[in-house]
Nanobody
């Protein structure tokens, strides 16, 4: 069983930055693609960014491209989402998730159905 624990959320102002972390238990993180999703009140959960198992491939939603950066440190079993130039529309609960596709996979996560494991979420609130 894999457990994912997000941290780093909080209340910030427009234009500020935050870095979210996703700490994974178990030995499968290095053989799993990782994604960050978010869910705003009354809206569906949506993909924000994803990264391949090795970190060589990344994907960003158009709404965050150029502002957010996804990364991972497999030695620490931890993934990150650096969020810069935050906007009020970025306000949401942010979730990390993994898809165990194997160490050599280059696949990226694009939707919730790709994922095997989920964290409990961390709230990001951006005030105007």
């Amino acid at each position: 069983q894999v457990q994912l624990v997000e941290s780093g959320g909080g209340l910030v102002q427009t234009g500020d930055s935050l870095r979210l972390s996703c700490a994974a238990s178990g030995r499968t993180f290095s053989s799993s693609a990782m994604g960050w999703f978010r869910q705003a009140p009354g809206k569906e959960r949506e993909i924000v960014a994803s990264i391949s198992t090795s970190g060589g491939g990344t994907y960003y939603a158009d709404s965050v491209k150029g502002r957010f950066t996804i990364s991972r440190d497999n030695a620490k079993n931890t993934g990150y989402l650096q969020m810069n130039s935050l906007k009020p529309e970025d306000t949401a609960v942010y979730y990390c998730a993994t898809a165990q596709w194997g160490s050599w996979s280059r696949r990226l996560i694009y939707n919730i159905n790709d994922c095997n494991y989920w964290g409990q979420g961390t709230l990001v609130t951006v005030s105007s």
